[in-house]
Nanobody, 115 residues
Framework: VQLQASGGGLVQTGGSLRLSCAAS????????MGWYLQAPGKQRELVAR???????TYADSVKGRFTISRDNAKNTMYLQMNSLKPEDTAVYYCNAEPYVTYAYWGQGTQVTVSS
């Protein structure tokens, strides 16, 4: 299984980006997929998760600004990020869990928000 994250970049405060995570397999096999971020010197933390029935959960810091979605036909998960802030700057990783005790990870995509 391979997860290919893309869509990161440099954006000004208040701008938007859309991240994509393309899977090499049918994503319906994953009970949940998610996006995590890791800022320099900090631990990786959850940004948003979405189950295979479409239920989404978000970190408090991104509620109302970010939207997670998945296109099962394209085997791709997305993260629409609006109203970006400098504190959103991090490497963003996508994750996919076929069952609760195991996860696949993508390679990460850098998001940099300038003030």
């Amino acid at each position: 299984v391979q997860l290919q994250a893309s869509g990161g970049g440099l954006v000004q405060t208040g701008g938007s980006l859309r991240l994509s995570c393309a899977a090499s397999v049918n994503i319906l096999r994953f009970i949940v997929m998610g996006w995590y971020l890791q800022a320099p010197g900090k631990q990786r933390e959850l940004v948003a998760r979405i189950t295979n029935n479409g239920t989404a959960t978000y970190a408090d810091s991104v509620k109302g600004r970010f939207t997670i979605s998945r296109d099962n036909a394209k085997n791709t998960m997305y993260l629409q990020m609006n109203s970006l802030k400098p504190e959103d700057t991090a490497v963003y990783y996508c994750n996919a869990e076929p069952y609760v005790t195991y996860a696949y990870w993508g390679q990460g995509t850098q998001v940099t928000v300038s003030s």
